[in-house]
């Protein structure tokens, strides 16, 4: 008798690892809501590298094996991602430029750049312009020192060069061209930390070689831990509240200033891929299950939507800033945000990405014929 095996490519859904993200999600909006909830957390930016790896096993079991036998294109893979991070990324992007344009309308300095400068007009029509095209402004920012209107786009931008190059070329890679790309990325993420004393870079034009090392190194970790995930035995439930609790550590770590460089590289080349390796393998009980799936659903809406429904609230809300009502303020905030964002991926996003499919699959034939 054939013995089933234990990760059906179409069925399995890897719920511990939307919990994963949805943990790491929570700990980039404390580092953007300092005002609410106090001195940012030095590890939590490491949160980023995570959503790399994950993004790369979660892709490759999503779309590997219809891209690697040319039942889809690398040109319809790409479309589908764009599709899938616009809807959301586009609301945020006409918050942010809502959100200057009040301020510029009503003579106020942007509170987002450390030298709370006047709004320029002009520059923030070439921020809205680039973001609706979803590729970084020439020059950073003054509105927010960064170089995307919606400041976490600078991952996803990266992400999607990314997804371009598996698409064409690396979903066909072997284990060693692919131990090669990674083994480059690792390179350049130890120069990165040494140059930055740490890895939290990639949002400027000057340390756009970190953030492209970042990805290209935590997302190809991710396909080559699918490729080779039969080989890791299953773990049992229990162990899938000890990985939520890794993440959490981590990125809670008080990490001194001068050994910063050394724990933010030990986390993205060993700490990470270990717990994706764990975390694929395990099945939560029921109870942390849907913890994860629910974190997991608000998770995309949470991280590219955090910093403008932060912005609105403090501009609107101004004593929610007062250290009277830290952390309180801001454990409220993020809390009404995560189920803000659950509720919007329900109602709005999962319904429209649902859309999309089925007017793509119909389209389709036509374009055939």
Not at 36 to 60: E, N, Q, R
Not at 164 to 189: D, Q
Not at 283 to 304: E, I, K, M, N
Not at 332 to 350: K, R, Y
Request: hydrophobic share 55%; glycine share 8%.
């Amino acid at each position: 008798m054939p013995t089933v095996p234990r990760h059906p490519v179409q069925a399995q859904r890897f719920v511990l690892l939307d919990g994963l993200r949805g943990v790491a999600a929570l700990f980039i909006i404390q580092r953007h809501a300092t005002d609410l909830l106090g001195d940012d957390l030095p590890s939590s930016y490491l949160g980023v590298d995570l959503f790399f790896g994950l993004s790369g096993f979660v892709l490759a079991h999503a779309y590997g094996a219809a891209l690697a036998d040319g039942r889809m294109s690398a040109l319809a893979f790409m479309k589908a991602r764009l599709l899938r991070l616009y809807p959301l990324y586009g609301l945020a992007l006409f918050l942010m430029a809502s959100y200057f344009l009040v301020l510029w309308a009503a003579g106020l300095p942007t509170p987002l750049d450390d030298l709370h400068r006047p709004i320029d007009p002009t520059e923030l029509s070439i921020a809205v312009l680039t973001g609706l095209l979803f590729v970084p402004a020439p020059f950073s920012l003054t509105l927010n020192g960064a170089l995307f209107l919606v400041h976490p786009a600078w991952s996803l931008f990266n992400e999607l060069l990314a997804n371009l190059v598996y698409g064409v070329w690396g979903v066909r890679w072997s284990p060693k061209r692919t131990l090669v790309v990674i083994g480059v990325a690792a390179v350049v993420l130890v120069i990165s930390a040494a140059e930055f004393g740490r890895l939290h870079a990639g949002f400027r034009w000057s340390e756009m070689h970190a953030g492209m090392a970042r990805v290209f190194f935590s997302f190809f970790v991710g396909v080559l831990i699918y490729r080779f995930r039969e080989r890791i035995p299953a773990i049992p439930p229990l162990a899938a509240f000890g990985c939520l609790l890794f993440v959490i550590v981590v990125l809670a770590f008080p990490t001194p200033k001068s050994l910063r460089a050394y724990f933010d590289l030990a986390v993205v080349f060993c700490g990470w891929p270990v717990l994706l390796s764990l975390a694929s393998s395990c099945t939560p009980d029921r109870v942390t299950g849907r913890l994860c799936a629910f974190l997991g659903t608000a998770s995309y809406a949470v991280y590219v939507l955090h910093v403008p429904m932060l912005a609105w609230t403090e501009l609107l809300l101004p004593q929610i800033k007062d250290d009277r009502f830290m952390p309180y303020a801001g454990l409220l905030f993020v809390a009404a945000l995560t189920v803000a964002c659950w509720g919007l991926t329900v109602s709005l996003d999962q319904p429209l990405q649902r859309f999309i499919k089925r007017r793509g699959r119909r389209l389709a034939p036509a374009a055939a014929e």
